[in-house]
């Protein structure tokens, strides 16, 4: 019912900057919070960014904090991260999600999952 579309990922220096897009078609009402999470190699999927339908909860892990500004444009149907200062240890797999009901960080709660795009910083 909800198709989530990830763009914007690529090679970056660390240090730099990348601006990732989720774009969301169907029923776009169904995704009252949206959400980033990363998963590297080896590793578990975890939380990033996550944003409510009207933008007045907003929610980041503390290791981006102060580089990492999730947005979104419902009219676009459309969620951003933008990142800067980007760090070796960003690199990852960057996975765009929706919650149909309520905000949180837990990915098993969120019930749609885009295909993801690959960051890589190097140092």
């Known amino acids: 019912q909800v198709q989530l579309v990830e763009s914007g990922g690529g090679l970056v220096q660390a240090g730099g900057s990348l601006r990732l897009s989720c774009a969301a078609s169907?029923?776009?009402?169904?995704?009252?919070?949206m959400g980033w999470f990363r998963q590297a190699p080896g590793k578990e999927r975890k939380f990033v960014a996550s944003?409510?339908?009207?933008?007045?909860?907003?929610y980041y892990t503390d290791s981006v904090k102060g580089r990492f500004t999730i947005s979104r444009d419902n009219a676009k149907n459309t969620v951003y991260l933008q990142m800067n200062s980007l760090k070796p240890e960003d690199t990852a797999v960057y996975i765009c999600?929706?919650?149909?009901?309520?905000?949180?960080?837990?990915?098993?709660?969120?019930?749609?999952w885009g295909q993801g795009t690959q960051v890589t910083v190097s140092s």
């Open positions: 999600a929706a919650n149909e009901r309520y905000i949180t960080t837990r990915a098993l709660a969120y019930d749609y």
């Open positions: 169907g029923r776009t009402s169904s995704t009252y919070a």
């Open positions: 944003i409510n339908w009207s933008s007045s909860e907003i």
